[in-house]
């Protein structure tokens, strides 16, 4: 084989396994996924034997790995082929495990991977109304306990639902703490979850490649925002201790049904008693007594085992829906098979108030997908009739100013139309004015024009042009 071709092989009890491929060997590659930090997720044309069994997607870098990367890679390919059979099973479930080095000539390209979609992903309503499959991540369940629901999953995210995905999350980083590796970079995207039968949650960690594998690291750091260790902490990312950090606020904002919580705070009340000393201990920044995964995956299962964490802890209430004005209700539309014309509209404030707490979708929604989800709330359990609107200051100065428009104009109209009628009435002898004057009290002669003798000279009047 040439040298764009060439790769290296395991002999393995269950065969040859390939832990090098060009990127040539996969056919054309088909993008999934828009350009991260690192790069960018391929489906491949065809799959080169040796990859095992399974779907496999290609990761290619933006640009060239920093010197070093390939031995890396290739050790964490090696390592994870090399695991019995029922470990690198558990490996696989927790983590999308580099499968082989993808290589542009000699030179580290990409890494060959396994698909996890099919696991992952799942079929959201979108602000149009369509359904999308979307990969669920760690994101998505940082809202309000309908999101999910609102989003036409049959999954409600109550603080039960929260504990058993915190639980399985300290799974997987314990089993990768026990290998010596750092996942570093912890953060919602990079966390997929899927609930299964039962509604028992999965978890699995992808973009494996950038992780802290036995001391060195393969690609250059990268941190999320708002995941990331405080600066004033000075410290690294790379160790199990900032592991322990970020461990502390996943918990922390599934519970608080928050994206940016930092600190317990306000959010304390939303946090199991049981877990509330980890907590303290994991966001502080003394990192050696920050717990290790193993003390939280204790203190999780107790909390399950006990059970009635919905009604000690039933999550912070919706956030209040926000009128700012309305002109008129519309029209009353036909409702669904079974529900009365208008039932369905007044169900659907309330889908809309709880889409409001539900944040945003950082990831595939945008910001009007709360919008959107609402139409999947209203099939659910119809929420109390809104009250009436109260009409605030502001709209109360705007009628006021037009109807004080209304009245200047019709004044100044009456105005002008009398001013009108005065000027067209002329003054009788005597004084008198009007019709009565001329031709006695009630008369309704019509008016005759008449000429009047302005001068006293006695030269021959000048011809009237509208005489009598």
Known sequence: MG?????????????????????????????????????????????PAGLGPGPVVVKLYRRP?????????????????????????????VAAWPL???????????????????????????PSGRRERVLLTLEHLLGADDFLQLRGLGVRLDT??????????????????????????IAPNNLLIAFGAGDEPEVCLIDCDSMVFHGRQALVPVQTGDWELPADFA?????????????????????????????????????????????????????????????WQRALRGLLAGGRLNNRYPGPAPAPRVVVGRAAAPEPRPGPAGMPAGAARSAAPGAFARAAGAGAFAGAAGAGAFAGAAGAGATGAAAP??????????????????????????????????????GAIPVADGGG?????QFGTGATSPYTYRSYDYGRQSAPAAPLLYGP
């Open 433 to 437: 004015t009007g019709a009565g004057a």
């Open 3 to 47: 040298s764009g071709s060439v790769s290296a092989l395991v002999d393995l009890g269950a065969g040859i396994e390939r832990r090098a491929l060009a990127v040539e060997e996969f056919g054309e590659l088909v993008p999934i996924s828009r350009f991260g930090g690192q790069g960018r997720v391929y489906r491949p044309a065809g799959i």
């Open 235 to 295: 410290e690294s990312p790379n160790t199990r201790a900032a592991d322990a950090y970020k461990l502390g606020l996943v918990v922390l904002r599934l519970f608080a049904r928050s994206h940016d919580a930092r600190a317990a705070g306000a959010h304390v009340r939303h946090v199991p008693v049981e877990l509330r000393g980890l907590l303290a201990c994991a966001l502080d920044r003394d990192a050696v007594n920050r717990p290790p995964v193993g003390e």
């Open 65 to 93: 790995p920093p010197a070093g990367a390939d031995q890396v890679l290739r050790e964490m390919v090696a390592w994870g082929h090399l695991l019995e059979s029922d470990q690198r099973a558990a490996l696989q479930r």
């Open 100 to 126: 082989a080095v993808v290589r542009r000539g000699r030179l580290a390209a990409g890494i060959a991977m396994p698909d996890v979609s099919g696991r992952f992903s799942a079929p959201f309503v979108m």
């Open 160 to 185: 039960f639902s929260r504990a058993e995905v915190a639980e399985r999350i300290c799974d997987a980083l314990a089993l990768l703490h026990r290998h010596a590796i750092v996942a570093s970079d």
């Open 385 to 422: 009739a809104t009250p009436p609107l109260q009409l605030n200051g502001a709209l109360w100065l705007r009628r006021a100013v037009v109807v004080a428009w209304i009245v200047a104009g019709t004044a100044v109209l009456l105005l002008v139309l009398s001013r009108l009628f005065a």
